[in-house]
């Protein structure tokens, strides 16, 4: 540290920049990083499961969100630690690959620090616990494609993807609804898959909300929803086969600017500036007549005679539709958007089997549905709900069922879920452990050991005795050789995931294991830690 002064004589001090950092190394930076990795998986570690707990976030303007996802809950957790951080992103990429699983994959590993940390008290060098993971993470992926099931579906048996999607709402906020919810995700994702090229574009489902009704009457509309309605309560309420006029200019007579100055002295004077003014929208409404427009969609409005006058001449018409919607209604019905009035030709019409406007209870609310559309298979989910809260939820719930249809119209490959994957991989870890001479068969053991901890979670997260439970089911797989066997979370009566339904993707499963394997090993190469000290 140094005193000196600036040019107008001014003191400040010099700091050597070492002196500005906090510094850890060695096994204490090992220990530090791994403790703040398991803080973070030891909030998780609740939600886990069917009986798994929900959080409740309040964002810095008072946002609230209560959520069972494991990446919305970390996503919306202000975390500062750089480690913690590292198990943020863990359960983000894992929603980006894969979609679900992000509880599951933070879960296993804060639990494969926790088993480092005592090998690393072992004095046990990092390194070879990295290698052990590797080792061990290659076994357990093996073993699920071994432990893996095929199922063959079709556009009429969707009994299987419907199960996989019930198992992963089952341990959500929404799981009362959670049969139609999963018919309604498959479906949807159905509608725009390409299943000869085994790809799903999910940009194609649109997921929309409005507070109101129950979440039973969710719905999948093979169209767009729009949060308008008719522009006069007289229009038709439902258009057949409609050619749809879709414009960003306004539809009404110019109006003056203010460098103009019309002067009106007299009724007469008025009389025609009215009349010019009717002719010039008659003709408007002529002209869209004249391509064979059915019905007008307007980014912008028009004034109530205007509106009266599309009511007359039986043109219905929508006004103030948004830009992004406008967008989506032009591509989902083959039309153009038109910016000129000029330009409006037949070819540019939009073409839908059906609009209709939907009132929703005693409320004003009405919603536009154009279903059918000439161009797009787009689809819509539209979500119902009591409050805003529990529709954010659906919302990421359905994201997450869509995303596991999808996996497995990928990759038609199932593991059983409840943990009993988990307890194979680990039996199958354990007996190649005693194969490996060296010292990684300690990593390689303490690996297996960190898989249970899955079931051990669910096991505890429903009220049972976490070590018995995982006991009796693991020896029952020993005894059987059967790796159905899992925790029964719901207390159906049997342990078998196959009768239970109990699915989830292998893909997914399979990724969760090497995901957290890598962020563990990542973890564990760190010796240093330098970061700037606080005053
Ligand atoms: P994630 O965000 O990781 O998907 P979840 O909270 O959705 O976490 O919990 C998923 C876990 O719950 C999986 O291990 C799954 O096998 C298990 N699970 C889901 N439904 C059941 C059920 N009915 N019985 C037992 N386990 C279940």
């Known amino acids: 540290m140094a005193l ?201 489902i649109k997921v929309e909300g409005k507070v109101g009704g129950k979440l039973e009457d969710t719905e999948l509309v093979y169209g767009i929803i729009v949060d308008k309605d008719m522009s006069h309560p007289q229009m038709p309420k439902q258009i057949e086969d409609a050619k749809i006029a879709i414009l960003t200019c306004p539809f009404e007579p110019p109006k003056p600017k203010t460098k103009h100055k019309v002067d009106i002295d007299t009724v007469e004077k008025f009389q025609t500036l009215r009349k010019q003014e009717q002719k010039y929208f008659d003709d408007m409404v002529q002209q869209c007549k004249d391509v064979g427009a059915t019905l007008v969609i307007c980014q912008w409005g028009f004034d109530d005679e205007a509106n009266h006058l599309l009511m007359h001449r039986n043109l219905p018409a929508v006004r103030w539709v948004g830009g992004v919607e406008l967008e989506l209604i032009a591509i989902a019905t083959g039309g153009r958007i038109v910016p000129r009035f000029q330009e409006l030709t037949a070819e540019k019409l939009g073409k839908a089997g059906i609009v209709r406007e939907k009132a929703f209870g005693t409320t004003k609310d009405r919603m536009l549905y154009i279903e059918h559309c000439a161009n797009s298979r787009a689809v819509t989910i539209f979500i119902r709900g009591g409050n805003k809260m529990i529709i954010e939820e659906t919302k990421r719930s359905i994201h997450d069922a869509l995303c596991v249809a999808r996996n497995l119209i990928r990759n038609n490959s199932i593991v059983y879920g409840g943990g009993s994957a988990e307890i194979a991989c680990s039996i199958a870890v354990e007996a190649a452990a005693d194969k490996y001479p060296g010292v990684e068969q300690y990593a390689i053991r303490a690996f297996g050991d960190a898989l249970e901890s899955i079931p051990m979670a669910l096991a505890e997260n429903s009220g049972l005795q976490p070590i018995e439970t995982l006991s009796a089911v693991k020896s029952q ?19 078998d995931m196959r009768e239970q339904n109990v699915f989830e993707t292998l893909i997914g499963k399979q990724q969760q294991i090497l995901l957290a394997t890598q962020v563990v090993k990542m973890i564990l190469k760190i010796d240093d830690v330098i970061s700037p000290s606080e005053y």
């Open 4 to 204: 000196a002064f600036d040019e107008f004589g001014r003191p400040f001090i010099i700091l050597r920049e070492q002196e500005n950092k906090n510094r850890l190394r060695g096994l204490d930076a090992q220990k530090a990083n791994i403790s703040a990795g398991k803080a973070v998986a030891r909030i998780l570690r609740t939600s886990l499961g069917p009986k798994g707990m929900d959080k409740m976030l309040q964002s810095p303007d008072g946002d609230v969100i209560i959520s069972n996802d494991g990446a919305t809950i970390l996503e919306q957790m202000d975390v500062d630690n750089q480690i913690a951080k590292l198990m943020v992103e863990l359960s983000r990429s894992q929603d980006y690959e894969i979609g679900d699983g992000t509880t599951g994959v933070v879960v296993l590993a804060g639990s494969l620090l926790e088993q480092a940390e005592r090998l690393l008290e072992r004095g046990i060098h990092p390194i070879r616990i990295a290698e052990g993971y590797e080792m061990a993470s290659r076994i357990a992926v093996e073993n699920l494609e071994r432990i893996a099931n095929k199922f063959e579906f079709g556009e009429t048996i969707l009994e299987p993807l419907i199960q996989t999607c019930m198992t992963t709402l089952s341990s959500k906020i929404v799981n009362r609804c959670k049969r139609s919810l999963a018919e309604i995700a498959v479906k949807a994702v159905l509608a725009v898959a390409d299943l000869e090229r085994k790809d799903v574009n999910l940009d194609l």
């Open 477 to 495: 797989q020993i005894k059987d050789n059967n790796p159905h066997f899992g925790i029964d979370c719901n207390d159906v009566g049997t342990n």
